[in-house]
């Protein structure tokens, strides 16, 4: 298995919604990333996770909160989100050492905030 | 910190070859790397050097030169399908992560 799956594919949500997103790979990687990424930019590192701990956090407010229960899965919160996050949302894992360089990512959920 | 310059765009015809270049400036240096991205799509990866020179893959070619701060992927016998993003990445020793440069846009053209 070669993949990472995310969920959902879309979500739209209001202002002082709560909603998760999830992310899931079973390539026995041990870094798991997530980006965000608008239209026409690259994607933009939010956080990594490196054997499960929180390694990377580019200063991401607070409103998103990541999660690795296992690894396997990441989720990532959202709480009382601004229209300007709406991005596509990506996530990404990859094996340690010069595997950092090669990553896979998941398909992405397109997050619409009203 | 990191940065990397790429051109934004690039239009080719059907079966050329086109080249993509990509300089960077980091504080250390681990590898860069490319990948691709379609309309709509995730990104994927194409190639990664770490030494100096050419690595083949199949219809792709990525270059590598350290001492010039310097790269470039090379497509050949190009097809509509190769219409897409492309973005170079580099990633700084002791940082298990990469920055990506901000895409060049290629066009494949009948």
Not at chain 2, 77 to 82: A, G, H, S, T, V
């Given at each position: 298995d070669t993949e990472v799956t995310q969920t959902p594919k879309h979500l739209v949500m209001g202002m002082t919604n709560k909603k998760s997103l999830k992310c899931e790979q079973h390539m026995g990687h041990r870094a798991m990333y997530w980006y965000k990424q608008k239209a026409k930019k690259p994607p933009e590192l939010m956080f990594v996770y490196s054997y499960e701990k929180l390694s990377i956090n580019e200063s991401v407010p607070s409103r998103f909160s990541p999660e690795c229960p296992n690894s396997s899965l990441l989720n990532l919160h959202l709480h009382a989100l601004q229209p300007e996050d709406s991005a596509l949302y990506l996530c990404a894992s990859s094996q340690g050492g010069t595997g950092f360089n090669e990553q896979f990512f998941g398909p992405g959920t397109r997050l619409t905030v009203l | 910190g990191q940065s990397l310059e790429q051109p934004s765009e690039v239009t080719a015809v059907e079966g050329a070859i086109v080249q993509i270049n990509c300089t960077y400036q980091t504080s250390g240096f681990y590898g860069l790397s490319w990948y691709q991205q379609h309309d709509g799509g995730a990104p994927t990866f194409l190639s990664y050097n770490a030494l100096d020179g050419l690595e083949e893959t199949g219809r792709f070619s990525s270059f590598l030169s350290r001492s010039d701060s310097y790269g470039y992927l090379l497509l050949q016998?190009?097809?509509?399908?190769?219409s897409a993003s492309y973005f170079c990445a580099v990633r700084d020793t002791g940082r298990r992560a990469l920055t990506f440069g901000s895409g060049t846009r290629l066009q494949v053209q009948p």
């Open positions: - | 016998e190009l097809q509509m399908k190769d």
